[in-house]
């Protein structure tokens, strides 16, 4: 499958069938942004705010991010934000790894069409979903890796979900650490 647009990767996103959370969804959620941006995050997947919005990273978790990116210079507008898995997992459980890779294309094309210069990879999920291999995400946190996807030539910099700082303040420190050396990487590029 290939696609033109994101536009086009989104509409079959909202019709996707693939997995059983188009079950529950009210809303899929393919993700929004800059097509053009020089960095992409990638999150786990959309929790209920989300998923009554159709967007990503509205509620708690998605202040959170924007809070610890404007600290570090970085502004929403400016990059593209997507997820892991694109529908909501019931009770906001994580996404099985079958979900993940039922979503994997989509996630790929995103990349493939926005080419950005740096991936940021939000926590486990988004980590596994880019090809990460690891048991603990502090083994790879921190870290640039080039990484060859299909035929897909990312270079990604994984840290932790922003609910993990939300919830365990000690955290918040090198969260934003992580976010700040992104900047520094992407410097002015960082705007297409
Ligand atoms: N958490 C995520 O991983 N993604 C969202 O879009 C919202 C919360």
């Known amino acids: 499958m290939t696609y033109a647009s994101l536009e086009d990767i989104a509409s079959e996103i909202v019709a996707c069938t693939k997995c059983d959370l188009f079950r529950g969804r009210k809303n899929a959620v393919p993700g929004e942004g800059n097509p053009g941006a020089k960095l992409v995050i990638v999150g786990e997947a959309p ?3 989300e998923d009554a919005m159709g967007r990503p990273f509205v509620g708690n978790a998605g202040k959170f991010l924007d809070r610890y990116l404007s600290l570090a210079g970085i502004d929403r507008k400016d990059i593209f934000i997507t997820n892991a898995v694109k529908c909501r997992p019931p009770n906001n459980r994580k996404p099985t ?3 993940i890779g039922q979503c994997r294309p989509y996630l790929i094309y995103q990349l493939k069409l926005v080419n950005p210069r740096l991936v940021l990879a939000l926590g486990v999920s988004a980590s596994s979903s880019l090809g990460m291999k690891f048991s603990h995400l502090d083994e790879i946190r921190g870290k640039l890796f080039d990484i060859k996807l299909d035929s897909l030539n990312i270079t990604v910099y994984p840290t932790y979900h922003p609910s993990f700082p939300m919830r365990f303040p000690s955290k918040r420190e090198t969260f934003l650490s992580d976010l700040k050396r992104v900047k520094e ?8």
């Open 47 to 49: 929790g209920r705010n």
């Open 97 to 99: 790894p079958f979900e």
């Open 185 to 192: 990487i992407l410097g002015k590029e960082i705007r297409s």
